[in-house]
């Protein structure tokens, strides 16, 4: 995995040198050549954007700051209340440390870029610091935007895209090296590096991976591996020489998450997920975006998966066959990132599964007009849960595995889908496709190959056919009482779908009754199919029915709702009526 992201760190120009990092700066100070402070530019058109990125800004590592001493700060570029002491109130005595220690940087590498001593002088002036704020609280500047400095006329105009103050800012942080003394011992001999597998000096700590906040990371960023209790560590290493790998590896996989985290993730329930390729793809060839992408219509993903995988099984995209997919799932822990899935391999296969997924998940729409339009991911995630934060995590590796390893569906999935089925179906609630799909994908993973997106009065498992006879008794008796608020649905489905034989006898034996409400043709109608659905159970009604069966049980009762309902919208004559989608009848699907 560390060997992929720095081999994406390189293929992609991220900027990967230890000390060096991209930031997002949302204002820029314009000065003149002597450092005099003219105007506050705004780096973001839109007011919502964090701001400008830029490429190669000097940062520092928490263990850095730390032993800088009291104050310590990021050079050029830093946080308004740093820059400008930028505060609701009075600065109290640390920021002004910070302040200081800041400004001293500057004066610092004014050897190499002379401006920077005119900068220094604008920042340490009462007034024009005055001014400053003025104009940032103007533009509703927070404390925590960051800042850096433009120099009119200049080129570049930014001071962060000149290369004068590099070799300056290098031999500033080997200034910041632990001494050797204090690396002796079997931490600061060579190990062998985890992802270049050359032997190198390990970097003393993983630097900090930013992206993870919203999924149980911290605000700072958190660490891939940190050794800090000596439980952890072994033969007698300290820190991440239990987890080697040199300070420049260690930038450049640091480099790689945090692009993929900020350009390339998605957010699914609890976790981040990021994927990239071997060589890069356009967007709309990206089979993982069918799946994920917003932006991506719903009715148009499955289309584009299968033209897809025609075209790189028809030779007419020879340039993706050789291709590679890598999947990385994260969230965060108490500063660690937790690594919650990783996946590899063909982008072939990806595309094939991926079509495989939307075929097998293709449902009748509830009206019965056409089907549903494919469900992303997301949506199938939500189908399970109240809240997404409810979603385990290791169910949700389960399904990505099934969506692009082509892999079984969880036994978890499918129960908990069918509770919600259940609840649904029982309390008059719209039957959602995605939760409806999933049932029908587990059991054509299951080996339930005559499951079919529509009605299939073929099918051979009895429990189909009675999910199928309740939804023709519920519609009978709507036709003969109409609605008579907790119906036939209402008070039977949930013993109905676990112990048939018991229920559904009862409820033919009432249907007589019903039958007598209704005039001569419809009744016959209506009984004919009845005895029809009957003599498709070749044996008796299933006394009990697990699980998996009553998920067929579900899907019986579904796609005959759904059958009735486009036969009403295209009925010539009124024997042929059944209740249109829009009736309030017992099933309320």
């Not at 949700?396 to 595995?401: E, M, P």
Request: with cysteine; charged share 25%.
């Amino acid at each position: 995995m560390l060997g992929s992201l720095v081999r994406y760190a390189r293929s992609h120009g991220l900027v990967a040198e230890p000390g060096f990092a991209p930031k997002v700066i949302r204002w820029g100070l314009v000065c003149d050549a002597d450092g005099q402070f003219l105007q506050v530019l705004p780096l973001a058109e839109d007011p919502k954007s964090p701001g400008l990125t830029f490429r190669q800004c000097p940062e520092l590592s928490q263990p850095e700051i730390k032993r800088g001493g009291p104050g310590c700060r990021h050079f050029l570029a830093d946080s308004a209340d740093v820059v400008t002491l930028l505060t609701d109130g009075e600065p109290n005595a640390k920021l002004l440390a910070k302040h200081a220690y800041f400004t001293g940087l500057l004066r610092q590498a004014a050897a190499a870029l002379p401006v920077l001593a005119g900068i220094a002088d604008a920042l340490e002036d009462p007034d024009v610091l005055a001014e400053i704020r003025s104009q940032l609280q103007a533009r509703k500047a927070k404390p925590t935007d960051k800042v850096t400095f433009s120099v009119l006329g200049a080129s570049p105009p930014y001071l962060v895209d000149s290369e004068l103050w590099h070799d300056w800012w290098r031999r500033f942080r080997r200034g910041l090296a632990p001494p050797r003394k204090a690396a002796a011992g079997p931490a600061a001999a060579l190990a062998r590096c985890l992802a270049s597998g050359e032997l190198v000096e390990p970097a003393p700590t993983h630097p900090k991976i930013a992206g993870l906040a919203d999924v149980g990371g911290l605000a700072m960023g958190d660490v891939v591996a940190a050794f800090k209790q000596e439980s952890f560590c072994s033969y007698g290493l300290t820190q991440a020489a239990n987890a080697p790998v040199s300070e420049e590896i260690a930038a450049e996989y640091r480099a790689a998450l945090n692009h993929l985290l900020r350009e390339e993730s998605r957010r699914l329930a609890g976790v981040k997920v990021v994927h990239w390729f071997k060589s890069r793809i356009p967007r709309e060839d990206d089979p993982l975006a069918f799946l994920t992408d917003e932006a991506t219509e719903e009715a148009d993903a499955q289309q584009r998966a299968w033209e897809l995988l025609r075209a790189l099984q028809t030779g007419a995209r020879p340039d993706l066959l050789d291709n590679r997919y890598f999947i990385l799932a994260l969230s965060g822990a108490s500063g660690r990132v937790m690594i919650r899935d990783w996946i590899e391999g063909q982008f072939e296969e990806l595309a094939r599964n991926v079509d495989r997924w939307f075929s097998d998940l293709a449902i009748v729409r509830r009206d019965g007009n056409g089907r549903a339009r494919p469900p992303k991911l997301l949506a199938v995630l939500g189908a399970l849960v109240r809240d997404l934060d409810e979603l385990p995590p290791a169910l949700q590796a389960a399904l990505w595995h099934a969506a692009v390893r082509q892999r079984r569906l969880p036994r978890q999935a499918m129960a908990r889908a069918l509770a919600r089925f259940k609840v649904d179906a029982v309390t008059g609630q719209s039957l959602n496709h995605a939760r409806v799909g999933l049932l029908k994908a587990f059991l054509i993973r299951e080996g339930d190959l005559a499951m079919q997106p529509n009605l299939n009065e073929g099918h051979p498992d009895p429990a189909y056919h009675c999910g199928r006879l309740l939804a023709m008794l519920a519609a009978l008796q709507y036709r003969a009482l109409g609605d008579v608020g907790a119906g036939v649905v209402q008070r039977y489905y949930a013993a109905a779908s676990a112990t048939p034989a018991l229920v559904l006898g009862r409820l033919v034996r009432t249907a007589q009754f019903h039958l007598d409400k209704l005039d001569r043709g419809l009744a016959r109608w209506h009984e004919g199919r009845i005895a029809d659905t009957f003599g498709r159970i070749e044996q008796a009604i299933p006394a009990t029915l697990s699980l998996e069966r009553q998920t067929v049980f579900a899907l019986g009762y579904y796609q005959q709702i759904a059958a009735d309902r486009a036969s009403t919208k295209t009925a010539a004559a009124g024997a042929s009526e059944t209740p249109d989608a829009d009736s309030q009848e017992t099933d309320h699907v």
